[in-house]
Structures are given as C-alpha cells and as structure tokens.
C-alpha cells in the first residue's frame, strides 16, 4: 500500500490529488490530512477520534 498522499495544481488551477486506497477505503495518517486539509494536527484528532 502506497503511504504517500499527491497533491499538485494543474496549469488551468485544478487541484489533482492522489491518496493511497485499498479495498475502496482511503486511508491516510493524520499527518498526512492535515496536510490534505491544511489544519492544525488537533482539528483532524477532534473529528477522527
């Protein structure tokens, strides 16, 4: 399984983003949301846990 999240902005200014997925389930770290969201560590820990 892949454990790297992509996240990159075209020419045009589309946002393409590319998540490691396994059984149709998306799984990332909270690092790796709080990057993908762009919040603080405690705001993806609030809703995740």
Do not use: C, S
């Amino acid at each position: 399984m892949a454990t790297e999240i992509m996240i990159f902005e075209t020419k045009d200014n589309e946002i393409k983003l590319t998540v490691p997925v396994e059984n149709e389930t998306v799984w990332l770290t909270q690092a790796q949301m709080t990057e993908l969201f762009q919040v603080d560590r405690t705001v993806i820990t609030r809703h995740v846990n």
